[in-house]
């Protein structure tokens, strides 16, 4: 099993940047895939960004490529969402999840962080 900790949310101004950290519990972080997701107020969650297990073959949602970066440190324990150039449309709850199969199927979800953008 592994414990997800998401931190670092917080109120930004448009066009601002915030980095999303999600530290893991366990001594078998480096097996799992992780991503992130998040859920806006009345919407469903949705995919934001993933990466696997060796922090290679990172990909991302449409509307995020470009301003948003998954990174891990393996040693640490850690996987990050560097997000730039941040719009109103990104203010969501965002969650960090592990993925045990690497086949897209998350089994462990952190309780979330907060982030909202102001236009």
């Known amino acids: 099993q592994v414990h997800l900790v998401e931190s670092g949310g917080g109120l930004v101004q448009a066009g601002g940047s915030l980095r999303l950290s999600c530290a893991a519990s366990?001594?078998?972080?480096?097996?799992?895939?992780m991503g992130w997701f998040r859920q806006a107020p009345g919407k469903e969650r949705e995919f934001v960004a993933a990466i696997n297990r060796w922090g290679g073959n990172p990909y991302y949602a449409d509307s995020v490529k470009g301003r948003f970066t998954i990174s891990r440190d393996n040693a640490k324990n850690t996987v990050y969402l560097q997000m730039n150039s941040l719009k109103p449309e990104d203010t969501a709850v965002y969650y960090c999840a592990a993925d045990s199969s690497a086949k897209g199927v998350y089994d462990y979800w952190g309780q979330g962080t907060q982030v909202t953008v102001s236009s």
């Open positions: 366990g001594r078998t972080f480096s097996s799992y895939a």
